[in-house]
């Protein structure tokens, strides 16, 4: 089986991540952070805080800035409705994930927020040039993803970083795709909010996520429960108990610990390359077959994300067929991006997504290129 999916989860993970999770459920080492002051309660609280630790390195912030919850989407969602208010104004882009779309359109219809859309280039980047023509007086929040899910295309969040800081605007970054794959040091950003998820780039399991904040962000509650001071009718309003509430997924937390330790024992920058390298013989290979339509460049910096269409075949077709042929996993349609690919103009058709990790290899992409031929 060759796995080409990664975009969606990174199937094969290192071996630690498992251990880790399966010594957290079994070792009867771990009870619940900050319930008590036995020993189980203090290794869970513990060994949150050194993962709040790594994600604060691997981020550039402080680690009592990261909150720990269930995934990217979760965090986006917690996000918006807690800095968004009745007639506020956000810009966003037409790369966007439903992850951070469709809040936006369920803030328009229960607090008549307004929302702009930047603009794609012809090969599917996002386009910045028009952020000064959509500032409004009520603009509060700029919200950018920062890799595409689709095409892999890298997000310029250094002009981002400054239009704000211009502008005094927050900047949420969704990092489902650029977490453990680019890198994301928030150094020099002011008001900045880094939503990611554990079980991509990062090797973690599935469960995993969390909100990573830069600079003096004012959140208001929007969901509540267990945890912090009992005594205090509302949740805390401080990082992170202002997004943690009940009792978080020690197992999971702690795989995702071994995960990014992992990333970081490669190192960022080394991922970055080769995993660039990689998706561009794929993408090389695939130029060079007849019948394969392309919609975006492949240019340094760039995911390692590959979509494509094949001659006269549906996308769906043709990821059916490369797993009946040569159990190959990739996924096809909207990749959950709707405002994408109707800019792409294949609303319709979709695309076949090909999206790699540390695990593939060059001999995975040749095989890959064969079994298409052979349609």
């Not at 969901?223 to 009992?230: A, K, V």
């Not at 349609?333 to 294949?346: E, I």
């Not at 090909?354 to 052979?374: G, M, Q, W």
């Amino acid at each position: 089986m060759i796995y080409f999916d990664n975009a969606s989860t990174t199937l094969v993970k290192p071996p630690q991540v498992g251990v880790a999770l399966m010594e957290a459920v079994n070792s009867k080492n771990f009870g619940n952070a900050s319930r008590g002051s036995y020993d189980m309660s203090l290794n869970s609280l513990s060994s949150l805080f050194s993962l709040r630790q790594e994600i604060g390195e691997l981020f550039s912030l402080d680690p009592l800035n990261v909150a720990l919850c269930a995934n990217v989407t979760t965090g986006l969602n917690l996000v918006l409705n807690s800095i968004l208010e009745k007639g506020d104004h956000v810009i966003t882009s037409l790369a966007e994930h439903n992850s951070v779309l469709r809040p936006l359109n369920h803030l328009k219809d229960i607090l008549a927020i307004e929302v702009s859309y930047l603009p794609l280039t012809e090969k599917g980047k996002i386009n910045l040039n028009p952020l000064e023509d959509l500032l409004q007086k009520n603009t509060k929040l700029l919200c950018l993803t920062a890799m595409s899910n689709v095409s892999g295309e890298i997000t310029d969040l250094s002009l981002a970083r400054d239009f704000c800081k211009r502008h005094g605007l927050i900047l949420l970054i969704d990092a489902a795709q650029g977490g453990g794959t680019m890198d994301l040091s928030l150094k020099g950003f002011d008001r900045a909010v880094l939503c990611f998820t554990g079980h991509k780039g990062l090797y973690g399991p599935q469960g995993t996520g969390g909100i990573a904040v830069k600079g003096d962000i004012k959140f208001k509650e929007v969901f509540s429960g267990g945890g912090g001071n009992s005594v205090n009718p509302h949740q805390n309003n401080f990082m992170p108990d202002i997004f943690e509430y009940g009792t978080l997924n020690l197992p999971s937390n702690l795989g995702l610990l071994e995960g990014i330790k992992y990333i970081k024992g490669l190192g960022i920058k080394k991922i970055s390359k080769n995993l660039y390298d990689l998706s561009s013989y794929l993408y090389k290979s695939l130029e060079k077959l007849d019948g394969v339509k392309l919609y975006t460049d492949h240019v340094y910096p760039h995911g390692p994300i590959v979509s494509f269409n094949y001659k006269d075949y549906s996308s769906e077709k043709v990821s059916d067929l490369l797993w009946e042929k040569g159990k190959i996993a990739t996924r096809a349609k909207l990749h959950c991006a709707p405002l994408f690919h109707r800019a792409m103009g294949t609303e319709k058709r979709g695309m076949v997504r090909a999206s790699l990790s540390t695990f593939n290899t060059f001999s995975e992409v040749d095989r890959f290129i064969e079994v298409l031929k052979s349609f």
